[in-house]
């Protein structure tokens, strides 16, 4: 049977046959990679599952050209804009980008003044031999210049809801992104948040939002959005959590993996315009920003970033900007080296997620949770890491840190 499907088969992908009894019954199973480059066909045609279904390849453009533009290596931040010159992009965010990437390349402080425009912009690789990339565009673009990007679109959508979640604001923010990310930044309320730790009457004075982890959130939306999905990038400001969501899937599948794999991803959709946004000190490192931000809040002793990634083509990302369980806030203060792995089932605990029955023994072996599985919860009462002196002078170093915002 094998050497029958392989003669149908192109091209003649490898396969495995596995036979094995269970329940008292024989069980044969294929094991098939998923294709990476090219379309499977079989007697001439490519289908796909969908649902528990068979269809055609080709009633499914969408899928169809997602697998041809692996082969290919298509990048749509790299394509060439025909028609767009540097007369198209804005000179103040010229100027924005020229210094962002001297702080970011301090070695070319002094080259930068004998280059001209296209030089750089060559140099800090938004462009291609002088000519206006996609990503050039996105970053750069006067808003009249979104035109070349038709019918994708560059824009960010900025909501104010209330606390019924009723839309009391909106903007949508044109090109150039670049500029419009600190608009957005400066959008935002930022409130000061006032927490009283335990065994004390001086509240701490700490802001609901670290601006950095704003700013990665963001990025990571221009970043990875699927501009050919036609829609805009979005923040929804409630009163206590801040909502980004970015077109496309989330290449990685798991947020566990990237956290876990401390290291660059191996597929990015938009390789040019990751970077680009390196070169103009809009990211840090590619591929690090997510687990940053997670140590951010850890460090705040708030909630960390929830991404919800059920929707198929979209990502959204939840950043809390209150404490939601103060015993989870009392653990972090009082054991400030535990591991980010810990914190992270800890925080899906006080959040009333299910974790596994191997992760509820984890957390109750060092004694994190308390109540009956499934239904846990943060416990009260945890000793801390080195008494009471090395709880003060973590108080202390929470104010001085936090407190002037």
């Known amino acids: 049977m094998k050497n029958w499907l392989l ?24 094991k098939i990679d998923a294709t990476t480059n090219t379309p499977v066909e079989f007697r001439g045609e490519a289908y796909i599952r969908v649902g528990s279904y068979k269809k055609k390849l080709s009633d499914f453009e969408e899928k169809e050209r997602k697998i041809w533009k692996k082969q290919t290596g298509y990048d749509w931040s790299a394509q060439i804009c025909q028609d767009a010159s540097i007369v198209d992009l804005a000179p103040d965010g010229i100027v924005k980008a020229k210094n962002e990437f001297i702080q970011k390349n301090p070695k070319f402080s002094e080259d930068l003044s004998n280059w001209d425009d296209v030089t750089f912009l060559n140099k800090a690789k938004v462009t291609v031999g002088g000519q206006i990339t996609n990503t050039a565009v996105l970053l750069l673009g006067k808003p009249e210049s979104e035109r070349y990007l038709l019918p994708s679109l560059g824009q960010i959508t900025w909501v104010l809801k209330d606390e019924k979640g009723i839309e009391k604001d909106f903007e949508h923010l044109q090109l150039p992104l670049l500029l419009n990310v600190d608009y957005v930044l400066n959008r935002i309320r930022n409130l000061q948040y006032r927490h009283l730790p335990d065994g004390t009457l001086f509240p701490i004075k700490i802001s609901q939002y670290d601006p950095w982890v704003i700013r990665e959130a963001l990025h990571n939306c221009i970043a990875h959005q699927d501009y050919e999905l036609c829609g805009r990038i979005s923040v929804v400001e409630k009163p206590d959590e801040l909502i980004f969501s970015n077109l496309g899937s989330f290449l990685p599948h798991t947020v566990e993996a990237v956290i876990t794999q401390d290291a660059p991803p191996a597929i990015y959709r938009n390789r ?67 591991e980010l792995f810990t914190v992270i089932l800890l925080d899906k605990v006080q959040k009333r997620l299910q974790v596994s029955k191997e992760e509820h023994g984890f957390l109750k072996s060092k004694g994190l949770v308390e109540g009956r599985y499934p239904n846990l919860f943060v416990a009260s009462k945890i000793a801390s890491v080195a008494g009471e002196k090395a709880k003060y002078i973590t108080y202390r170093g929470f104010d001085k840190k936090y407190g002037n915002w």
């Open 272 to 338: 040019f315009l990751a970077q680009a946004m390196l070169n103009l000190n809009m990211i840090d490192t590619i591929g690090s920003g997510i687990k940053k931000m997670f140590l951010t809040q850890k460090e705040r002793f708030f909630p960390l970033p929830d991404y919800d990634l059920t929707e198929p083509e979209r990502v959204t990302v939840r950043i809390q900007g209150r404490i939601l369980d103060q015993n989870f806030t009392r653990i972090l203060i009082n054991n400030v080296d535990l």
């Open 7 to 30: 003669r149908q088969l192109r091209p003649r992908i490898d396969f495995l046959i596995y036979e094995f009894p269970y329940a008292g019954k024989s069980i044969v199973l294929f």
